[in-house]
């Protein structure tokens, strides 16, 4: 049945549903978080072929492990832990298959071929290669904390670290990022913008 | 510090925003939907043939034993390129158009295994290849499909064919679509698809030996008689000569002998070589809806919306002109990104077809309208009713979103 009885409660509520078996929780889950997933997905890895895929997983991941979920009243972050998690696998994968793309040149990713329609997407895709070039746990990092907006004990959270750890990776993705992000004409709009931001607020 | 900060603060809201601006976000959402609830009811089915936890653990136990050895050789399994091979040699190329002449059946084959027929003067594109993902677009015909279903789960090949999907995970089944008047069939053989889009208010679960007819297009009697899916299209008409004997008999057009065997492309080219304004003033309703659809998919936009206007001055009040505000506002929304613009012909469309197989799509797509075009406020109203109305419809995570914001 693809349509089932409507769920009605909170996220704490729904979880309790779905540990229950019922029949409307999955549909609820789904509804609920799928537009929130999905930009953790699309923010934290850029254009990806395989996003809506990755959606599933997060999803039917989450189904399997709603057991193991201790405070019910943050199912959220909880998903959001398994999208990061997901997409640094996806992000492990990738690099696996940018080496065995070497044997086959002809498998290149439609995405790179791909004219950028305005200034905002050329930026965005200068974001992600940039992005592209610090490692995976840096990367999630600064993404953590600046694409999806958390808090520093959030974002440690969502990448399973401690907080001490995750500011000094952070710190390390910020410097590299900005060194090469102020190289780039495309980007300067967009670092301006947060400086002109403070100047007014300061005067 | 604080400047470094606010820099970073600065570009990760444009990043954001930029994400957020993408067309394609909801689309996707709304059609993980299905295929996620899919996967659920498949899974549950198999839940209740769980094997017993001795027998899992020994299961297991040779599973991981297995693996090890099977590391390497299965890393470069899973990653190999998927091909495809048209035809009895020709190397298929991701977009190019596949066709199947009068009299012959053309058939594709995947080197994962799976393989398709489109039938004689069908006509089809292979999207993207992936070792366990594809999206076929089947522009017309009748097309039988075999998809291997690998033993993971995770085959999810999905065909496109006009405003409806069809997502597969491993199965048989045929289908046939009519670009002309938007008709779709399909019957499945083995295994079950889901079938969304349309005029359907939600997703249908197409089971082996079931059969769905799906079809946009008011009731009228068609002025033209159409190859059903247990009919092959006529062999009077060839590659060389695409019109059939009948055609100048009945002194008809060469852009409506077309359109009625679902060139579109080619109906769109005789119409224009024929003076597309005086055709957009002798053509039916449900011609000009196909003449749009054919600009929209093969032409540029302008036309369509030539077409879509002429058909609301010449049919007002029909239900046809009701399904021409709707696809301007999607012209709108999706090539111009005039969102002020969509959201007055997805309105137009809600009070002209209040009940109208497009209402709930108008609904929903009304409310990103607004959304889009800044209009918070309009935007939440039109998520409050949406949900009144469709609290399990395809944009209900989007409007619980706007809610929530």
Known sequence: ?203 | MERTDANLESLGRRVREALAAEDSAGDMVRRGRAVFLEEVSRRNAVTTERRSPRRLGRWLSLFFAASVGACAAGVWFWMRPVTFQVGEARPGQLGDVVESPAGVATPLRFSEGSQLLLHEGGRLRVLTLESTTARILVEDGVLDANIVHRKDGKTRWSFEAGPYRVAVTGTRFQMAYYAADQSFSLSTEEGQVVVSGGCQKSPKVVSVGERIDLSCAPTEVPAWPRPLLDERPSSNATADNPLSPTRAARGEPLWRELLASGRLSEALHAAERGNFQRVCQIATARELLALADAARLFGPSSRAVAALRVLRQRFPGSMESGTAAFTLGRIAFEREHAYDEAGRWFGTYLREQPTGPLMGDSFGRLMEARLRSGDSAGARTQAQQYLHRFPEGPYAAEARGILSR
């Not at chain 1, 959606?55 to 009243?73: H, P, T, W, Y």
């Not at chain 1, 200034?119 to 290669?129: Q, T």
């Not at chain 1, 992005?131 to 974002?155: C, I, K, S």
Request: hydrophobic content about 45%; overall charge positive; charged content about 25%.
């Open chain 1, 1 to 203: 049945m693809l349509t089932p009885l409507t769920f009605v409660g909170d996220d704490a509520a729904l979880v309790q549903a779905l540990r229950a078996g019922h029949p409307g929780a999955a549909a609820a889950l789904y509804d609920r978080h799928a537009g929130h997933v999905q930009l953790t997905l699309r923010s934290t890895l850029g254009p990806d072929d395989d996003i809506p895929d990755l959606l599933q997983e997060v999803f039917i991941r989450a189904l399997d492990q709603i057991e193991n979920l201790r405070e019910v009243d943050k199912l959220s972050s909880w998903l959001t832990t398994i999208a990061i998690f997901v997409a640094r696998a996806q992000i492990r994968l990738r690099a696996r298959r940018s080496w065995l793309r070497l044997f086959s040149p002809e498998r290149t990713r439609s995405w790179q071929m791909e004219q950028p329609s305005s200034d905002a997407r050329r930026a965005l895709r200068e974001v992600y290669v940039l992005l592209d070039r610090l490692a995976l746990e840096q990367r999630l990092a600064f993404v953590a904390r600046h694409v999806h907006g958390m808090t520093l004990a959030e974002a440690a959270e969502a990448c399973e670290t401690s907080l001490a750890t995750f500011k000094r990776r952070l710190a390390r993705a910020e410097k590299r990022f900005l060194e090469a992000a102020r190289q780039r004409p495309s980007l300067a709009q967009w670092l301006e913008d947060g400086t002109r931001w403070n100047e007014q607020t300061q005067t």
